[in-house]
């Protein structure tokens, strides 16, 4: 449900869920920063892309809160016919009540606002604009999709107890890329495309960074070579997905610590056809170009693709029970599977989209010129007042109750 915010909140979504608990919604739209004259004559292209880096992870690191699923999604909607991207930033904070969701939401403002140089930020004060901005349109069957974490589930050559298989999950491994060529795809789509990246402020888990250093551990041992055969009289070798799947937990645990993001991208596109796999897999490949880090999941049922559609309308991000598996076999999804260490379920989703600062950096990447490149992004512009229940003009008005946060 969908309801205009309390006198003097001027600009924030506000939608309530029958039990009172409420999730308020600010937004900024967002624009590359004119370049001084055109140029930078005394600053190199690396220099200017270290300094835009350096200057986003200080914008997402004051923006990170201990509230309660405290979100940003920075999404990019395209426009066939002018061939520009809408690019917007979209702030949202739960409250027990509405008065709390709209306090939370006003408070994150000061530090939000705080752009980076490099980008531009108009205050979206107009609740209807926000509307369209969640929903310009609802995904139909096959046209959405996000990308994710690898989850790599072996067979094991050599055995641990009494298990036989082992599952690993990668990570977002690009040091600092860059998103040009991703927006220059989307802005080319040939109808409107939506990416959403939503990351949400976590701390470390209880316990994980210890549990994770006793999986590195372990698969250590099975990655080194064994003691000799009985029968054979030779070293039993080291098992080969041991030694990857080693790498992946040591460097999570130390990783993973302290101040954290939980991150979800989402990619959607309008009308019945399928999603291009191009997009996608650009994506997929930017944010994870070394170790093939990144797999493009789809729904596989009707579940998932409500689920899908409720991440990406509601900002949400909630599980997906099918898709968000890949490769694992069903017997190792279940809470009762724990028993079976090195392919905990719980382990596993807790680092499926669990990121650190870097990974957060990687995929939360805001819109900018460089000299002599094509316009990409779309100058603000405003929307007339001209609202019917809270849908502006010519966008998709979707049941609310149908993707609301935490269904």
């Keep these: 449900m969908a309801e205009a915010a309390p006198e003097g909140a001027r600009g924030v979504l506000l939608r309530t869920a029958p039990s009172g608990e409420s999730w308020a919604y600010v937004a900024f739209a967002l624009s590359p920063a004119p370049l001084p004259g055109g140029l930078y004559p005394e600053f190199?292209?690396?220099r200017r892309r270290a300094d835009r880096i350096a200057a986003e992870r200080a914008w997402l690191a004051a923006l990170w809160?201990?509230?309660?699923?405290?979100?940003?999604?920075?999404?990019?909607?395209?426009?066939?016919?002018?061939?520009?991207?809408?690019?917007?930033?979209?702030?949202?904070?739960?409250?027990?009540?509405?008065?709390?969701?709209?306090?939370?939401?006003?408070?994150?403002?000061?530090?939000?606002?705080?752009?980076p140089a490099h980008v531009t930020g108009t205050r979206v004060e107009d609740t209807a604009e926000i509307a369209r901005l969640l929903a310009p349109f609802v995904p139909r069957w096959g046209a959405i999709a996000e990308i994710r974490k690898r989850?790599?589930?072996?067979?094991?050559?050599?055995?641990?107890?009494?298990?036989?298989?082992?599952?690993?999950?990668?990570?977002?491994?690009?040091?600092?890329?860059?998103?040009?060529?991703?927006?220059?795809?989307l802005a080319a789509e040939?109808?409107?495309?939506?990416?959403?990246?939503?990351?949400?402020?976590c701390s470390a888990p209880a316990g994980l960074a210890e549990a994770l250093t006793m999986r590195a551990q372990a698969f250590a041992t099975l990655a080194a070579p064994g003691p000799p055969d009985p029968l054979y009289g030779v070293p039993v070798p080291g098992d080969p997905f041991a030694r990857e799947a080693h790498g992946l937990y040591d460097a999570a645990a130390r990783r993973y610590t302290g101040r954290l993001h939980r991150a979800r991208v989402s990619v959607a596109a309008e009308g019945e056809a399928p999603l291009s796999d191009v997009l996608t897999g650009l994506i997929g490949h930017t944010v994870a170009p070394t170790g093939s880090g990144a797999v493009v999941v789809r729904p596989q049922g009707p579940e998932d693709h409500r689920v899908a559609c409720g991440n990406l309308l509601g900002?949400?991000?909630?599980?997906?029970?099918?898709?968000?598996?890949?490769?694992?076999?069903?017997?190792?999804?279940?809470?009762?599977?724990?028993?079976?260490?090195?392919?905990?379920?719980?382990?596993?989703t807790a680092l499926a989209d669990l990121v650190d600062a870097d990974e957060a950096a990687a995929v939360f990447r805001l819109p900018h010129a460089e000299p002599g490149e094509p316009e990409l992004f779309a100058p603000r512009r405003e929307v007339p007042r001209t609202a019917r229940h809270g849908a502006p003009a010519g966008s998709t008005d979707v049941g609310w109750s149908d993707f609301s946060p935490g269904a």
């Design 44 to 46: 190199s292209e690396a």
């Design 190 to 201: 040939p109808r409107r495309t939506v990416v959403s990246v939503c990351l949400e402020a």
């Design 65 to 115: 809160t201990d509230r309660t699923t405290a979100r940003w999604d920075l999404r990019f909607i395209s426009d066939p016919v002018s061939g520009r991207t809408e690019a917007v930033v979209i702030a949202q904070m739960y409250g027990a009540d509405p008065a709390a969701a709209v306090r939370a939401a006003l408070d994150t403002l000061p530090a939000l606002a705080q752009l």
């Design 151 to 185: 989850i790599t589930c072996r067979p094991l050559t050599r055995l641990w107890g009494a298990e036989r298989v082992a599952t690993a999950v990668s990570r977002f491994d690009a040091p600092d890329p860059s998103w040009d060529r991703v927006w220059a795809r």
């Design 315 to 348: 900002v949400n991000r909630d599980w997906q029970r099918d898709a968000y598996w890949q490769e694992v076999p069903a017997f190792l999804r279940a809470p009762s599977a724990g028993q079976l260490w090195l392919s905990d379920p719980g382990t596993v």
